[in-house]
């Protein structure tokens, strides 16, 4: 079910403490307008009733989708890092996909790679191939990357990516054949899924193509 509770939020612009309502825990099925909320990018939405500035909160949070079998937890800043082994602890989550995200954008990606029913391990492969291509085309680094629709007759997935130094993204299309090619370098290492909260991100990109690179002599 979903749960709330009530803290004490100081506003950065006029140091008023207001008492304000957060979502401790999110269920999908229960609540979908808090769902449909964190896709348009408003639930977390705060305005100071003193001085009307309007701010976004980001605090400890986990989203739950039942039917989907996926848990997300929001764990903004290294100091809020929870790592559950859910086998051990909650036995009931054994086939749960569990992840870790540190903001608010990764929990929509999150959300909408799930729903879409992909692989964010693969999904994140591509998006590290993408960030190549860019490279080789702009020469300027991705400072982010998120995974916005898939079309498979199509043969497409969409990106937003922000370049370093742009306030504004620019979107992206590659082919699925993409996804379909790392979701078979994950195959042949045997990649699964881990038992606790982890964080899915491009680290975890790197890692996998090192070692698949490591193992198989391929290149780029």
């Not at 979903?2 to 207001?18: D, W, Y």
């Not at 790392?182 to 290492?189: G, I, K, Q």
Request: hydrophobic share 40%; charged share 30%.
């Amino acid at each position: 079910m979903s749960s709330e509770l009530t803290k004490e939020v100081v506003c950065p612009h006029c140091g008023k403490a207001v008492k304000t309502r957060m979502w401790a825990s999110i269920s999908a099925e229960i609540s979908p307008d808090l769902r449909r909320k964190i896709l348009d990018e408003t639930l977390f939405d705060w305005k100071c009733p003193a001085c009307s500035r309007e701010f976004q909160l980001v605090y400890p949070c986990l989203y739950h989708d039942k039917g989907r079998r996926f848990m997300v937890y929001v764990a903004p800043g290294e100091e809020s890092r929870r790592s559950v082994e859910a086998v051990t602890e909650f036995p009931q989550l054994a086939q749960v996909r569990k992840r870790t995200v540190a903001s608010l954008a990764e929990l929509k990606e999150k959300i909408m790679i799930f729903e879409a029913g992909l692989d964010d391990q693969a999904v994140e492969l591509v998006k590290l191939a993408l960030c190549d291509v860019l490279w080789n085309k702009y020469h300027r680094k991705a400072a982010a990357c998120f995974f916005c629709y898939v079309d498979e007759p199509a043969d497409r997935m969409g990106f937003s990516v922000f370049l370093e130094g742009d306030a504004q993204p620019i979107r992206q299309r590659t082919k699925f054949e993409v996804y379909r090619r790392s979701r078979e370098v994950l195959e042949a290492l045997d990649y699964g899924e881990t038992t606790d909260f982890s964080f899915i991100n491009a680290d975890t990109a790197r890692t996998l193509l090192e070692t698949y690179q490591k193992r198989t002599g391929a290149q780029g």
